[in-house]
C-alpha cells in the first residue's frame, strides 16, 4: 500500500532487529526465512492503525503488530504442513525447504515468540492482549478443524462456510485492530466496535477473494484464474449456486466439479458459465458490499475523530480492490 509505505518501511525494519536479535539456533532459520518473504503486512498495519487513532508514538505498537503478524505466519507455516502446500509467496514452503519435523517445531517456536512480544507492555494491559490472542488462536483452529472436515462432508451450507471462514480468516484481522485499542485502553464500545470492524474487513476480503479467483484477472490476484474450481475448493460462489438449486441441478453440476479428467480451461469455463446464469458472481458481490457497509458503518461510530478514521477506511476499500 503506498500510502502507508512510511509505516511498513518502519515495521520492517523492527522485523529486522527482531530477527537479528534471535539466539543462534537452527530453530529459528525458518522462522528468520518465513518473516522474510513478501508480504502486505495487513495485520500489524491494522495495529498500527487502531492505535493511531489513540497515540502518536506509533513505536508502542510495534510489539503487539509483531505478535500479530508472527502468530498468522506461524499458522501459515502450520497450514502450508496440513495442505502439503510447496509455494508460499513464490518460494518454498518450510516443510519442502527443510523437512516436515523442522517446519512443526519451528512454526511452534514463532507462536511462543508471538506471545513473548506481549511481555513488552504492563501487566493489565498484558492480561487483556493474552485474553483476545487466546480466544482468537482457539478460533483459528476450530475453523481450521471445520475447513479441514469441509474436505469430505457433502452436506455443508453457505453458513457453515460463512462460520469457518470468519473463524479461520476473519477473526485475526479483527484482533488485531482491537488490540491497538487495548494498549491504549481504549473504552469498552471502541474495543468491540474495532473488534467488528476488523471482523466484517476479513469475511468481505475473504468473500471477494473467493470471487477474484474465478472472476479477477491473473495479474492482479497473482494466481492462475480457477484454481480453486481446479482443486474442487467449496467456495462461497459453490455454496451461494449450492443453496439456490435443486437437488438434481446440484447433481449434474457436481459431476462437472468434481471431475478431474476435463481439461483445466474448459472445467473452468463450464463452471463459471453456470455461475453467470445463475447470477452467482452478482450475489457473491453483494455479500461484499454487505460486509464491506457493515464494517465502514461501525467505523463511523468510533469516538475518534473523521480524520483520523480515513486511514482505516482506506485500507478497508484497498483490500476489497485489491489495489495494494
Not at 220 to 230: E, M, P, R, S, T
Not at 258 to 270: A, M, P
Request: include cysteine; charge should be neutral.
Amino acid at each position: 500500500m503506498e500510502e502507508f509505505k512510511v509505516e511498513i518501511k518502519t515495521f520492517e525494519n523492527y522485523i529486522d532487529n527482531f530477527i537479528k536479535n534471535l539466539n543462534d539456533n537452527k530453530v529459528y532459520d525458518p522462522i528468520k526465512y518465513f518473516l522474510k518473504l513478501p508480504s502486505k503486512r495487513i495485520r500489524p498495519l491494522l495495529t498500527i492503525t487502531a492505535h493511531s487513532f489513540y497515540n502518536d508514538i506509533s513505536e508502542y505498537a510495534f510489539s503487539a503488530a509483531l505478535a500479530n503478524e508472527i502468530f498468522h505466519n506461524f499458522t501459515l507455516v502450520h497450514d502450508d504442513v496440513m495442505d502439503s502446500s510447496n509455494i508460499r509467496r513464490g518460494s518454498e514452503t518450510v516443510h519442502v525447504k527443510w523437512n516436515l519435523n523442522q517446519a512443526i517445531l519451528s512454526g511452534d517456536a514463532m507462536q511462543i515468540l508471538a506471545y513473548k512480544c506481549l511481555e513488552d507492555y504492563e501487566s493489565k494491559i498484558q492480561k487483556e492482549l493474552i485474553k483476545v490472542f487466546n480466544d482468537t488462536a482457539l478460533k483459528i483452529c476450530e475453523g481450521q478443524q471445520l475447513d479441514i472436515e469441509f474436505e469430505k462432508n457433502p452436506n455443508t451450507h453457505f453458513t457453515d462456510y460463512m462460520k469457518m471462514i470468519e473463524f479461520k480468516t476473519a477473526v485475526l484481522l479483527a484482533s488485531s485492530l482491537q488490540m491497538g485499542g487495548v494498549i491504549n485502553n481504549a473504552s469498552e464500545n471502541d474495543l468491540k466496535l474495532l473488534y467488528k470492524i476488523g471482523l466484517n474487513m476479513g469475511l468481505a476480503f475473504q468473500i471477494q477473494d473467493d470471487y477474484l479467483d474465478l472472476f479477477g484477472e491473473e495479474k492482479i490476484i497473482g494466481k492462475k484464474i480457477g484454481a480453486d474450481v481446479l482443486m474442487n475448493k467449496k467456495t462461497v460462489l459453490y455454496h451461494i449456486f449450492k443453496d439456490s438449486s435443486s437437488s438434481k441441478v446440484l447433481t449434474d453440476f457436481n459431476k462437472i466439479y468434481k471431475n478431474s479428467d476435463i481439461e483445466d480451461s474448459i472445467k473452468i469455463k463450464q463452471i463459471r458459465d453456470i455461475y453467470l446464469n445463475n447470477e452467482v458472481d452478482l450475489k457473491c458481490q453483494d455479500l461484499v458490499k454487505k460486509y464491506s457497509s457493515i464494517c465502514i458503518n461501525s467505523l463511523g461510530d468510533l469516538g475518534i475523530s473523521r480524520n483520523k478514521k480515513k486511514n482505516l477506511e482506506m485500507i478497508c476499500m484497498k483490500l476489497l480492490s485489491r489495489d495494494y
